[in-house]
């Protein structure tokens, strides 16, 4: 079925100039219905005051609030999205109005395409702003001049812009208020000036020796210092009582104008054609303050926060207690031992320029021991058992941290003859709650591993009081696979932070790369499936990804990831990729 169709005779005349404020009616083949206007109908430049819209038989009609006043010599752009429908089938009717206040309608336009920084995924509904105020504060204080929204690829197209220097901005706005004006809204901008029309002509001109041969459309990426838009001139000036030939609204959908109406551009007046314009989208690091805290357990101090607390310095009275900080995502948990719980002491948080004080409870530490018990911290997996990769060691993971353990109470079982070895255990010393216990297993037998009563001790001095088992079949080496991974064309001058993520994005491997222009590692016995390589510029050399900072002008950290090949069983994969940033 077709969308309804305008009828051009009985409606207000598209492209008018000189454009006094009236009711705009658009008037239809057939009955139409107005479909969620309020997000779906953009008028750039903005209104100071939302119109009515309304649908009144086979018209929709837009009435300016009687406060609104139009700004001098600007071409307006009413985009009515897919709010104008028919009755039957929903069809949407996508009409746009397009008027001057002034003596000619402009010509230019502005497209291009925000993904997401991290992911690089397109992001759907983002405001590309242009401003004529290049202020900083701009964004914040100000609506834009012209504007319009991505689609569902992330592409954009600001069309009849007028020539000048713009600061261009991108929002996903939480509030609807054309506003950066919350933390948690995600941007994106340009690190220079956009310049259009005559002023890009000049630019051109003075940098760019073409040797008489137009130049290639490039993308400009928002992270680049030197992203001021050049565009290239197109010499053919539109002549008079002629229809902007970049219009975006199909001929289908045009009013027909008179001749003393018609969109013009003055003689001399050049029409140009941009380069795109590709921006990521980013939400800048939030300040870290502390969420929560809970101190009624004697043994742990859980401080929870707003986000990751990697730059949360915690540090406390000294008392000579034992101290062990474990840092689990939002979370910090900071296990203690006191020889005597009678002596009030406080944690302390810094963030930033701020301390957080948190004071310890006292005399929690008899009723702590009375009903404390040192168990695993999660219970024996059902159904059969897993296999174990190759030349890997075990972990049994409990629920306060250790410091000791008595191999007379750690047996290792191999097979059904049930042979008893001999494996090497050790406390993990980073991860203070996980015992490892390596053997050089045997393929594709079963094993058991047995923490008899006492096998274990926890920093308060307690014991495991059941005997704990687990199960599990050594794998073969033909059950797993060898992957290895190669990166061409680092920067040695940079650091790099190169992970190997999952199907799920699941980090399985993390590699610190610094002064070299390439990396090579081999994963051997590594488990069959889907992965995806990540490279992380680390420009900050923190050993992490880096948001973007509108203020500190900081384009967020370029991500490269690269789906692998499948990984399957008893297969040798080599994955090697170039550091290549689009």
Request: aromatic share 10%; net charge negative; hydrophobic share 40%.
């Given at each position: 079925?077709?969308?309804?169709?305008?009828?051009?005779?009985?409606?207000?005349?598209?492209?008018?100039?000189?454009?006094?404020?009236?009711?705009?009616?658009?008037?239809?083949?057939?009955?139409?219905?107005?479909?969620?206007?309020?997000?779906?109908?953009?008028?750039?430049?903005?209104?100071?005051?939302?119109?009515?819209?309304?649908?009144?038989?086979?018209?929709?009609?837009?009435?300016?609030?009687?406060?609104?006043?139009?700004?001098?010599?600007?071409?307006?752009?009413?985009?009515?999205?897919?709010?104008?429908?028919?009755?039957?089938?929903?069809?949407?009717?996508?009409?746009?109005?397009?008027?001057?206040?002034?003596?000619?309608?402009?010509?230019?336009?502005?497209?291009?395409?925000?993904?997401?920084?991290?992911?690089?995924?397109?992001?759907?509904?983002?405001?590309?702003?242009?401003?004529?105020?290049?202020?900083?504060?701009?964004?914040?204080?100000?609506?834009?001049?012209?504007?319009?929204?991505?689609?569902?690829?992330?592409?954009?197209?600001?069309?009849?812009?007028?020539?000048?220097?713009?600061?261009?901005?991108?929002?996903?706005?939480?509030?609807?208020?054309?506003?950066?004006?919350?933390?948690?809204?995600?941007?994106?901008?340009?690190?220079?000036?956009?310049?259009?029309?005559?002023?890009?002509?000049?630019?051109?001109?003075?940098?760019?020796?073409?040797?008489?041969?137009?130049?290639?459309?490039?993308?400009?990426?928002?992270?680049?210092?030197?992203?001021?838009?050049?565009?290239?001139?197109?010499?053919?000036?539109?002549?008079?009582?002629?229809?902007?030939?970049?219009?975006?609204?199909?001929?289908?959908?045009?009013?027909?104008?008179?001749?003393?109406?018609?969109?013009?551009?003055?003689?001399?007046?050049?029409?140009?054609?941009?380069?795109?314009?590709?921006?990521?989208?980013?939400?800048?690091?939030?300040?870290?303050?502390?969420?929560?805290?809970?101190?009624?357990?004697?043994?742990?101090?859980?401080?929870?926060?707003?986000?990751?607390?990697?730059?949360?310095?915690?540090?406390?009275?000294?008392?000579?207690?034992?101290?062990?900080?474990?840092?689990?995502k939002d979370t910090i948990r900071l296990w203690y031992d006191l020889e005597t719980d009678d002596v009030p002491w406080?944690?302390?948080?810094?963030?930033?320029?701020?301390?957080?004080?948190?004071?310890?409870?006292?005399?929690?530490?008899?009723?702590?021991?009375?009903?404390?018990?040192?168990?695993?911290?999660?219970?024996?997996?059902?159904?059969?058992?897993?296999?174990?990769?190759?030349?890997?060691?075990?972990?049994?993971?409990?629920?306060?941290?250790?410091?000791?353990?008595?191999?007379?109470?750690?047996?290792?079982?191999?097979?059904?003859?049930?042979?008893?070895?001999?494996?090497?255990?050790?406390?993990?010393?980073?991860?203070?709650?996980?015992?490892?216990?390596?053997?050089?297993?045997?393929?594709?037998?079963?094993?058991?591993?047995?923490?008899?009563?006492?096998?274990?001790?926890?920093?308060?001095?307690?014991?495991?009081?059941?005997?704990?088992?687990?199960?599990?079949?050594?794998?073969?080496?033909?059950?797993?696979?060898?992957?290895?991974?190669?990166?061409?064309?680092?920067?040695?001058?940079?650091?790099?932070?190169?992970?190997?993520?999952?199907?799920?994005?699941?980090?399985?491997?993390?590699?610190?790369?610094?002064?070299?222009?390439?990396?090579?590692?081999?994963?051997?016995?590594?488990?069959?499936?889907?992965?995806?390589?990540?490279?992380?510029?680390?420009?900050?050399?923190?050993?992490?990804?880096?948001?973007?900072?509108?203020?500190?002008?900081?384009?967020?950290?370029?991500?490269?990831?690269?789906?692998?090949?499948?990984?399957?069983?008893?297969?040798?994969?080599?994955?090697?990729?170039?550091?290549?940033?689009?």
């Amino acid at each position: 079925m077709e969308p309804p169709k305008l009828d051009t005779l009985n409606s207000t005349r598209n492209f008018q100039t000189r454009f006094k404020k009236q009711t705009i009616v658009l008037a239809f083949d057939e009955w139409v219905e107005l479909r969620d206007a309020f997000t779906q109908v953009v008028v750039s430049p903005p209104l100071e005051h939302r119109p009515e819209i309304v649908r009144k038989k086979k018209t929709i009609q837009l009435r300016f609030d009687e406060r609104e006043v139009l700004r001098d010599s600007a071409t307006y752009v009413i985009n009515f999205g897919q709010a104008i429908r028919d009755l039957t089938e929903g069809n949407a009717a996508e009409i746009v109005f397009v008027f001057s206040t002034g003596d000619y309608i402009d010509s230019l336009s502005v497209e291009g395409r925000i993904v997401d920084a991290y992911t690089a995924k397109p992001v759907e509904n983002v405001l590309f702003m242009l401003y004529e105020n290049l202020a900083d504060s701009v964004v914040r204080k100000e609506r834009p001049f012209y504007f319009t929204r991505t689609d569902k690829e992330g592409n954009f197209k600001v069309s009849n812009v007028k020539s000048g220097r713009f600061k261009a901005f991108a929002l996903l706005d939480q509030n609807l208020n054309y506003r950066y004006d919350s933390d948690a809204e995600k941007i994106a901008f340009l690190d220079e000036p956009l310049l259009l029309g005559s002023l890009a002509d000049e630019v051109f001109a003075d940098t760019v020796d073409t040797g008489g041969i137009a130049q290639d459309s490039v993308a400009l990426d928002s992270v680049q210092q030197d992203s001021v838009l050049v565009e290239t001139p197109v010499q053919d000036t539109i002549a008079p009582d002629t229809l902007l030939p970049d219009s975006p609204i199909p001929d289908t959908t045009l009013a027909e104008s008179p001749e003393s109406d018609t969109a013009f551009v003055p003689a001399g007046l050049a029409t140009s054609r941009p380069r795109p314009i590709n921006m990521r989208l980013f939400e800048e690091e939030k300040k870290l303050f502390l969420r929560s805290k809970d101190v009624n357990t004697y043994g742990v101090v859980k401080l929870t926060f707003n986000r990751s607390p990697y730059d949360a310095n915690v540090t406390t009275d000294s008392l000579g207690q034992t101290l062990f900080i474990e840092t689990e995502k939002d979370t910090i948990r900071l296990w203690y031992d006191l020889e005597t719980d009678d002596v009030p002491w406080n944690v302390y948080v810094q963030r930033d320029t701020l301390t957080d004080t948190v004071a310890v409870r006292t005399g929690l530490k008899s009723a702590f021991l009375g009903r404390a018990s040192l168990a695993t911290s999660a219970r024996p997996a059902t159904g059969p058992p897993a296999k174990q990769p190759p030349g890997t060691p075990f972990a049994v993971v409990f629920n306060h941290p250790l410091t000791a353990f008595d191999m007379a109470q750690i047996k290792v079982l191999e097979d059904t003859s049930r042979t008893l070895v001999q494996p090497n255990v050790y406390i993990d010393p980073e991860e203070k709650r996980k015992l490892w216990i390596a053997f050089p297993w045997k393929d594709e037998l079963m094993y058991e591993i047995r923490l008899l009563p006492a096998a274990v001790t926890d920093m308060y001095g307690l014991t495991n009081a059941d005997s704990t088992s687990r199960n599990f079949i050594a794998g073969a080496a033909k059950d797993f696979g060898t992957l290895t991974l190669k990166v061409n064309n680092l920067r040695p001058d940079t650091a790099w932070v190169i992970r190997l993520l999952d199907k799920n994005d699941v980090e399985q491997r993390v590699f610190q790369v610094d002064g070299t222009d390439s990396f090579q590692t081999t994963l051997h016995h590594f488990p069959p499936g889907s992965y995806v390589l990540e490279i992380i510029e680390d420009l900050d050399r923190n050993g992490r990804w880096s948001t973007g900072n509108y203020d500190l002008h900081l384009q967020p950290e370029r991500v490269l990831r690269k789906t692998l090949d499948e990984l399957r069983s008893n297969w040798e994969l080599e994955s090697e990729i170039d550091a290549a940033f689009e």
